[in-house]
């Protein structure tokens, strides 16, 4: 089965460390999702791309999150600095959409970075 | 902004049909409702997806009113490896076009 997947799964850091996930969408998918899951917040939408461009980032802390697709094959999201309140599995997930408010509904996940920030 | 509504918690014991319902104003008129699972420590899993009236697969069925104003994953017979986290997925009617999942229903399958 076709796979997204996501570096690093575990990291433990101390406040103020620059943090970067990385994620590898499916092969032939051209939308990318960047999730945040927390107990009080559930799964919270921080960014997503299509075709590599991005079309919302409203959901990021923008003074320190950061989130890029530097090729088809590679999307980042990176943190700097990173607080206590960053603790969160980020999830990235990757879709085939064939429009922007049709398809792309069907998403596939990535097994998610743990992030903990001390 | 689309908000969805879910039971927090659901309880069934295995052999039992078990019906999960999920309430969304403001979902796109062109767009379909879609249902994951998820299991601790995993991400979450495409389970079913529909656009209106009914929808069935091999795992679940998918009930959706003509008003598209809630949605209902019915699980068949469940067994104890149906214990999880189910999730529905709808996009944001405004211009935004935002995937926003509800909050979940955590479902506890009794043997």
């Known amino acids: 089965d076709a796979r997204v997947t996501q570096t690093p799964r575990h990291k433990v850091t101390e406040m103020g460390q620059e943090v970067t996930m990385r994620c590898q969408p499916i092969l032939g998918h051209n939308t990318v999702f960047w999730y945040r899951q927390t107990m009080m917040q559930g799964l919270e939408l921080l960014a997503y791309?299509?075709?590599?461009?991005?079309?919302?980032d409203s959901g990021m802390p923008k003074d320190r999150f950061s989130a890029e697709m530097p090729d088809a094959t590679l999307a980042t999201l990176k943190i700097q600095p990173s607080e206590p309140r960053d603790s969160a599995v980020y999830f990235c997930a990757s879709a085939r959409g064939t429009g922007f408010f049709s398809g792309a509904n069907v998403l596939t996940f990535g097994a998610g970075s743990r992030l903990t920030v001390l | 902004l689309a908000k969805t509504t879910q039971p927090i918690s659901m309880d069934s014991y295995e052999g039992q049909e078990v019906n999960i319902t999920c309430s969304h104003n403001n979902i796109a008129t062109n767009d379909y409702i879609t249902w994951y699972q998820q299991f601790p420590s995993q991400g979450p899993r495409f389970i079913i997806q529909g656009y209106k009236t009914k929808v069935t697969n091999e795992v679940a069925s998918l009930f959706i009113p003509a008003d598209r104003k809630s949605s209902t994953l019915s699980l068949p017979r469940v067994s104890l490896s149906d214990t999880a986290v189910y999730y529905c997925l709808v996009r944001d009617g405004s211009n935004t076009g935002k995937l926003i999942f509800g909050q979940g229903t955590t479902l506890q399958v009794k043997p």
């Open positions: 791309f299509r075709n590599r461009a991005p079309l919302d």
